[in-house]
């Protein structure tokens, strides 16, 4: 489940991400060359543009396969008035809002992105408006066009994938989606978070654990183990002390023996629940001491023992005690409540109970606490292992993205860089790098576009004309998960 987690997280960052630097990458390498003919000045800044978002790009590879992505609304509000003002659309920004958490201006500033990019794909937009305005605890994006006639399955609410992904980034912030055409023939997103995210740190660079999302679900297993062990030790607590009030003389005798089984019962709370097979030695000598001390002192004034007495002192003797010696010392202090009770008179099928509840208490409660352990061991070592296949799936993204796109961006910054110098004295020559540059981003987009279907399990929905050549076919999230190396190495 991480890793199908990790793929879906993939997939959105890819279309989210990468998507629209090399749809603006497209589109202004068409726009430059256009005007490269007549106006070889604004040709010459529109590549100087490709270049600096090809760069931003190759730095988006590195930040997708890592899962971690900072991001701000300013800024993007500039790139995407440029690349809307490169398109002939007429655009405007008004931003009202004071600084906004790290996650939450990230998951705006995509918002924005993806929202700009379905406008440029989707629609034959002419005027675009921009807000952000901060009402109360809620920060509100609103992205405006009037190209609501050319709907499409990312621009119409609960279709695609690209406002499916919008919608659950908000979610993860505790925000909501909401989109489609107003009575003005407008096409409108809106987009609410909270002025502070929940569970956002102040630390930048801290992503988060695969762990860290539905844990209060998950945490269920050891949550159940160590209430069981509890229940355990207040119902042998209950039984004790029933046993002992019914020998007790007196009101003092009863108050003493109570005393005595707090201390008892704590220092069996701390045993239990505390790994106490790893304190060191003379810690373990001294409260394995002092329960023993508060177990047996009683007989002072109750004249003889009583129901599960040493019960709980066996169970912290079988949980602390390391090897064989655990065995012999447990069973030693039940044995010893024979001759205690043969001495004070006590009829043989008494004196039978009075050590069978005792051993039975002993190995009740330490099995509990070996469950409760096992349960927690286990618990750890799951998450361990998702964050290991998280990490894992990251490098082979990582490899994948850079083969697939990386190529193909360097390409594209080392020929913006040729561009600019063959420009005022080679425009033919510039404008046939430009021409390879547009097919190369084209090229990348339906690259991107292809993986990002592949890691949803979506490899036959596809254009054909995306594809041009065999791509690795990424597992769909709904088959069984791989079982061997092997196996997950042919799925990816």
Known sequence: MAVVQERLRVAGDLHDLLGYSLSAIALKTELGYR???????????????????????????????????????????????????????????DLRCSRLPREVDTVLAIVLR?????????????????TASLDGGTATLRIRNDGVGEASTDTIA????????????????????????????????????????????DDRGTEPEPEDHGRDARNWAPRMARSMLVAVLVGYSLITVVNAAQIAGSGAAALAFLG????????????????????????????????????????????GPWGSMAGFLAASLLITVPGKLRLALSTASVAVIVPLAAAGGTPLSDIVYLADSSLV?????????????????????????????????????????????????????????????????????????????????????????????????????????ESRGARPEFSSPTEDPPSTLREADAAV
């Open 114 to 130: 993806e929202s700009v990019t379905n406008a440029l794909r989707h629609s034959k937009a002419q005027h675009c408006t921009i």
């Open 361 to 465: 208490a002993g190995l009740v409660i330490s099995g509990f606490t070996a469950l409760y352990r096992l349960v927690t061991e286990l618990h750890e070592a799951r998450g361990a292992l998702a964050r290991l296949a998280v990490a894992r799936e990251r490098l082979i993204v990582e490899r994948e993205l850079h083969e697939v796109l990386g190529s193909s961006l360097s390409t594209v910054t080392m020929k913006c860089a040729l561009i600019h110098r063959l420009l005022p004295q080679a425009p033919e020559a510039a404008r046939d790098e430009l021409t390879t540059v547009l097919c190369i981003s084209r090229q990348a987009l339906a690259d991107v576009r292809l993986v990002a279907r592949g890691y949803r399990g979506q490899l036959g929905a596809h254009d054909p004309s």
């Open 260 to 303: 005595c089984f707090a201390v008892v019962v704590a220092l069996q709370v701390l045993h239990s629940l505390r790994r106490a097979r790893t304190w060191p030695p003379h810690v373990r000598a001294l409260t394995l001491g002092l329960q023993a001390t508060a177990t047996y002192a009683p007989l002072l004034w109750l004249g």
């Open 35 to 93: 005007l490269l003919p007549s106006a070889p000045d604004r040709a010459g800044a529109e590549v100087a543009e490709v270049l600096g978002i090809a760069s931003e790009a190759l730095a988006d590879v590195r930040l997708v396969a890592t899962g971690y992505r900072d991001m701000s609304l300013a800024a993007e509000t500039e790139s995407a008035l440029s690349v809307l003002s490169a398109a002939q659309i007429e655009a405007e920004a």
């Open 158 to 201: 609960g279709g695609g994938s690209g406002l499916g992904n919008l919608a659950t980034r908000l979610r993860g912030v505790g925000g909501d989606l909401s989109s489609g055409p107003t009575g003005d023939g407008w096409f409108e997103v809106v987009a609410h978070a909270p002025a502070a995210a929940k569970g956002v740190g």
